[in-house]
């Protein structure tokens, strides 16, 4: 099974893919409204329009540094998961958008580093809470988030995973508890994202640690941008292995472009008859 994640309202009807995800909002901040024809896909905790438009938002290290683009490591910037008042909107657009489809994905969920976040209101929290282990109380933090808004969502409930594999990075990076957010998450989603997929002996490394650890279904979402198409194949038969699916991002054209040759490909020496 073949889909895509795309901004583009009209290539969710392009017949090549079995699955369509709509970004209603991105780490930008831009919002879409929902359509009947795709899975919406919000972007939790990445938001640059809102932590540019209050600082405050934003998480900060036990040192003083914020989680914005001008931090090493960050593409964009974070907002700390326990802004109850972000949370909140972030809790009414999943409910928006499943009022128009029943399913949903959630995007850049959790908290950004291991570092993050020491801001006053997290000191606090954690100090009243129950937890004497910081990263366990993290953890809490973002399975909450999940399970209310699985509470929103009458269909499946999708959740991006960061790419690592390996036993205990995914819960020390973003405080993912993998075991207790599968009572909540029909799908994970694993961005394994390369710009050309020269060479795919890692990507089947990263996809097979997946398959060992997981037990919730998951697929695999490709890089699609400016691929050469022959690599993008040669990714997509690696990723078919392991995942549920395999997802073509922000390039829909070429994902057609890749899944017709593909088609075409398996077609040739094919015999009928005697």
């Known amino acids: 099974m073949y889909g895509v994640v795309t901004r583009n309202e009209e290539e969710l009807a392009w017949s090549e893919f079995d699955r369509s995800f709509y970004e209603v909002k991105d780490v930008t901040g831009r919002a879409a409204e929902p359509v009947s024809e795709g899975i919406s896909m919000v972007s939790c905790f ?15 290290s036990e040192d003083g540094k914020p989680a914005t683009r001008e931090r090493r490591y960050f593409d964009w910037a974070y907002v700390c998961p326990t802004r109850d008042d972000y949370r909140e909107g972030l809790l009414e657009i999943v409910e928006d958008a499943a009022a128009v489809t029943p399913d949903v994905r959630l995007d850049d969920v959790g908290f950004p580093r291991p570092e993050y976040c020491h801001c006053d209101r997290c000191e606090r929290r ?19 988030f999940v399970r209310e808004a699985r509470e929103r969502v009458p269909g499946d409930l999708y959740l991006t995973l960061y790419p690592d594999p390996y036993p205990g990075h995914i819960y020390e990076r973003a405080g993912l508890d993998i075991d207790a957010l599968a009572e909540y998450v029909d799908e994970f989603v694993v961005p394994i994202y390369d710009m050309a997929y020269t060479t795919t002996y890692w990507l089947e490394i990263i996809a097979s640690g ?12 490709l890089y699609a ?13 690696v990723a078919t292995e392991y995942g549920e699916s395999v997802l073509f991002g922000y390039d829909a054209s070429n994902a057609r472009a890749t899944l017709r040759r593909m088609n075409a490909d398996g077609r040739e020496g094919e015999e009928f008859g005697a």
């Open 46 to 60: 990445g938001d640059n329009a809102a932590a540019d438009a209050n600082p405050d938002l934003v998480p900060v």
């Open 225 to 237: 941008v400016d691929v050469e198409i022959d690599n993008l194949i040669d990714a997509a038969e």
């Open 126 to 144: 954690f100090e009243a809470s129950e937890f004497d282990d910081w990263f366990a109380w993290r953890a809490d933090v973002i399975t909450e």
């Open 210 to 221: 997946f398959a060992d650890a997981l037990d919730t279904p998951f697929s695999v979402e």
